[in-house]
């Protein structure tokens, strides 16, 4: 949902994702799948499902991490990436959260937990947070925008992702269609689809 660019940013250039995408097209992807005896099934407009749970893939991708020697850190919060002031290019600030011991009498299973503030150092770092959202929706956050500030790349058309349609705020009625979902056809720039919107 926002673009940035400053030169010789490859991000700016247009034909990186493209020669990316190129590189790992989906049917390299759905070998691995079908590599690691998941069946699935298409449902319309080209959308694949797993025939038994979508935690398939999830443990597909553990697996492929694992024999590829990555370390996966979990219950870790990135809170910036900097500059190293030595050997490495960067360094990504995070802070890994613990739970807190069970002789804090207030603490429980799930409760709150303490911070731990580390740093990782490496030569590249790429960035999938998501794009921005509004308040309690998708989750995402602008950490992307705060280091394209931090590294004073030129960041434009900030705006929410994942929302096709907005309204004017005195149209409260549109809440009383929560959780409706209706057939409809979408046409734009000469394409056109017929899928479910839900409200």
């Given at each position: 949902s926002?673009?940035?660019?400053t030169?010789?940013?490859?991000?700016?250039d247009?034909?990186?994702?493209?020669?990316?995408?190129e590189?790992?097209?989906?049917s390299k992807?759905?070998?691995?799948?079908?590599?690691?005896?998941?069946k699935?099934?298409?449902?319309k407009?080209?959308?694949l499902?797993?025939?038994e749970?979508a935690?398939?893939?999830i443990?597909?991708?553990?697996?492929?991490?694992l024999?590829?020697?990555?370390?996966?850190?979990?219950?870790s919060?990135v809170?910036r990436?900097?500059?190293?002031e030595?050997?490495?290019?960067?360094?990504v600030?995070?802070q890994r959260l613990?739970?807190k011991?069970?002789s804090?009498a207030?603490?429980?299973?799930?409760?709150?937990?303490?911070?731990?503030?580390e740093?990782l150092?490496?030569?590249?770092?790429?960035?999938?947070s998501g794009?921005l959202s509004?308040?309690?929706?998708?989750?995402?956050?602008?950490?992307?925008?705060?280091?394209?500030?931090a590294?004073?790349l030129e960041?434009?058309?900030i705006?929410?992702?994942?929302?096709?349609l907005?309204t004017p705020k005195?149209?409260?009625?549109?809440?009383e269609?929560t959780?409706?979902?209706l057939?409809?056809?979408?046409?734009?720039g000469?394409?056109?689809?017929?899928?479910?919107v839900l409200?």
């Amino acid at each position: 949902s926002a673009g940035r660019a400053t030169q010789g940013d490859r991000s700016a250039d247009k034909a990186f994702f493209d020669r990316a995408f190129e590189r790992y097209p989906p049917s390299k992807f759905l070998s691995m799948v079908k590599s690691h005896g998941i069946k699935f099934h298409e449902k319309k407009l080209g959308q694949l499902f797993c025939d038994e749970s979508a935690q398939q893939i999830i443990e597909m991708l553990r697996a492929e991490c694992l024999s590829a020697g990555v370390e996966v850190r979990t219950n870790s919060l990135v809170q910036r990436v900097a500059r190293a002031e030595e050997g490495s290019a960067l360094r990504v600030c995070y802070q890994r959260l613990v739970p807190k011991t069970k002789s804090n009498a207030s603490a429980t299973a799930g409760d709150v937990h303490d911070q731990e503030e580390e740093a990782l150092d490496a030569e590249s770092v790429i960035v999938a947070s998501g794009g921005l959202s509004f308040a309690k929706t998708c989750g995402s956050t602008d950490l992307a925008q705060r280091i394209g500030d931090a590294f004073s790349l030129e960041v434009r058309g900030i705006r929410p992702g994942l929302v096709p349609l907005l309204t004017p705020k005195h149209a409260t009625w549109l809440r009383e269609l929560t959780g409706v979902s209706l057939e409809v056809a979408t046409l734009l720039g000469g394409a056109r689809f017929v899928e479910n919107v839900l409200f």
